[in-house]
């Protein structure tokens, strides 16, 4: 079975920064596309940033130049650096990955359990 554990979430002034971990865990052969979605009270689930296995990235247009993504393939874990941060920035985080169990041969989409991120004016 697998599994995605986030860590890093809390409370951090505007201004401040945090850093978000998801790692990958279980019998998986490979990892394709992983990334970070968000979704505030009251609001849908959106995309913050995408990251290939190469390196390749997107980011949503409210977190460009603020939010960097990043991957440690050998490790199967994503990072997500976040600074000047601000209070429309507070949500629940969730890690994704497009992975491929041992046997399966073909990849699933995997969630995290999410992590809140708090941010105070």
């Known amino acids: 079975q697998v599994q995605l554990v986030e860590s890093g979430g809390g409370l951090v002034q505007a201004g401040g920064s945090l850093r978000l971990s998801c790692a990958a865990s279980?019998?998986?052969?490979?990892?394709?596309?992983m990334g970070w979605y968000r979704q505030a009270p009251g609001k849908q689930r959106e995309l913050v940033a995408t990251?290939?296995?190469?390196?390749?990235?997107n980011y949503a247009d409210s977190v460009k130049g603020r939010f960097t993504i990043s991957r440690d393939n050998a490790k199967n874990t994503v990072f997500l650096q976040m600074d000047s941060l601000k209070p429309e920035d507070t949500a629940v985080y969730y890690c994704?990955?497009?992975?491929?169990?041992?046997?399966?041969?073909?990849?699933?989409?995997?969630w995290g359990q999410g992590t809140l991120v708090t941010v105070s004016s």
């Open positions: 279980g019998r998986i052969l490979s990892i394709s596309d």
């Open positions: 990251i290939t296995t190469g390196g390749s990235t």
């Open positions: 994704n990955a497009k992975v491929m169990p041992v046997l399966t041969y073909r990849y699933l989409e995997v």
